[in-house]
């Protein structure tokens, strides 16, 4: 039996840059797809307008000396708030958000209770990096806005 000797064409060549383009298009565009399809979204609408009031609102964090951590303890995260003599805060009010740093499909807006010494909500959250978006208000009425990281597992 004879065998043909396979010849390479320039119809072959075409059909090879071709297929290789096609892949790379097509990658790009499940990429751009899941990157817009997956953004958390703006911090603030308007940059320009948050940066006109930045410093003085940074100055009046800053003045109240808390120092703000926040832990995982089984199935309850803890935020503790604590003033420059290291005693612990009750804020007038306290709003905080849990996602991961680049997805907002398990985001969660837990209950947190203060306890004496701490703030506590029941979560549950998966292994590996979580952000703590925190929006507290002083007794004082000062504004706190914090961002905590947070890695769960190894």
């Known amino acids: ?79 503790s708030i604590t003033d420059a003599a290291g005693r612990p805060v009750q804020a007038g009010k306290l709003e905080a958000k849990v996602g991961r740093p680049t997805n907002v499909s398990e985001d969660l807006d837990p209950e947190f209770a203060f306890d004496g010494t701490q703030y506590v909500a029941y979560v549950d959250l998966r292994p590996g990096n979580w952000d703590v978006w925190l929006k507290a208000v002083a007794l004082d009425g000062t504004e706190f806005e914090q961002r905590l990281e947070m890695t769960i597992g190894g």
């Open 1 to 79: 039996m004879a065998t043909k000797d396979f010849k390479l064409t320039g119809w072959h060549v075409l059909g090879i840059f071709g297929g290789a383009f096609a892949v790379i298009i097509g990658v790009n565009i499940a990429l751009a797809y899941n990157a817009v399809k997956t953004f958390p979204g703006l911090e603030v609408a308007n940059s320009y307008v948050a940066s006109q009031t930045f410093n003085d609102r940074k100055a009046a964090q800053v003045a109240l000396g808390w120092d703000v951590k926040a832990t995982l303890d089984g199935d309850r995260l803890l935020l």
